[in-house]
T-cell receptor, first 109, second 115 residues
Framework: AQRVTQPEKLLSVFKGAPVELKCNYS??????LFWYVQYSRQRLQLLLR??SRESIKGFTADLNKGETSFHLKKPFAQEEDSAMYYC???????????FGKGTTLSVSS | DTAVSQTPKYLVTQMGNDKSIKCEQN?????MYWYKQDSKKFLKIMFS???????INETVPNRFSPKSPDKAHLNLHINSLELGDSAVYFC??????????????FGEGSRLTVL
């Protein structure tokens, strides 16, 4: 079965500290993985996707097929990074995204 | 110039009533979705339509009936509302391509409260 697991409901860090939001998945074949972010009072929006292999707002995520993980990382957290982060996986048919339960990131000064 | 718009944003109603939520996208996308976000912020796919054709119906009660009059609209009608239907309903759209899932563009959500 396809599944996305985000083990942390809440992650609190201080400004300038490194951040790692964990995501593990269950999927047969080559997964298509994404991170979506929802800032306060804003729409849910795409942050990055693994096939792009790019860094957005200082965030990166590497697909590790051996560990079935797609953790989101940032070396130095900023207060404006505070938001809800969802890891998502394309379903087998490529017709919808399956979301994890989300992790709230809180960055304080 | 809103890309994906939903109405109403807030809906408070009594158990047993019937209500509708409307969604429109002006991005020229051919696929539209309804997601439900429960009180624990868990986002779950309900329906997906591609070019007005139902693609996904994820074990949603029959009381929920989506309707897509054209590619740009996907409405959600809910009959005989129950307390457990209280949630935020998100509409989204994407462009279908041969290269896998396109980026989902979400609406602001419609918060439904059933009393």
């Amino acid at each position: 079965a396809q599944r996305v697991t985000q083990p942390e409901k809440l992650l609190s860090v201080f400004k300038g500290a490194p951040v790692e939001l964990k995501c593990n998945y269950s999927y047969s074949g080559s997964p298509e993985l994404f991170w979506y972010v929802q800032y306060s009072r804003q729409r849910l929006q795409l942050l990055l996707r693994h096939i792009s292999r790019e860094s957005i707002k200082g965030f990166t995520a590497d697909l590790n097929k051996g560990e079935t993980s797609f953790h989101l990382k940032k070396p130095f957290a900023q207060e404006e990074d505070s938001a809800m982060y969802y890891c998502a996986l394309s379903n087998q048919a490529g017709t919808a995204l399956i979301f994890g339960k989300g992790t709230t990131l809180s960055v304080s000064s | 110039d809103t890309a994906v718009s939903q109405t109403p944003k807030y809906l408070v109603t009594q158990m047993g009533n019937d209500k509708s939520i409307k969604c429109e996208q002006n991005l020229g996308h051919d696929t539209m979705y309804w997601y439900k976000q429960d009180s624990k912020k868990f986002l779950k796919i309900m329906f997906s339509y591609n070019n007005k054709e139902l693609i996904i119906n994820e074990t949603v009660p029959n009381r929920f009936s989506p309707k897509s009059p054209d590619k740009a609209h996907l409405n959600l009608h809910i009959n005989s509302l129950e307390l457990g239907d209280s949630a935020v309903y998100f509409c989204a759209s994407s462009r279908t391509s041969g290269g896998g899932m396109g980026e989902l563009f979400f609406g602001e959500g419609s918060r439904l409260t059933v009393l």
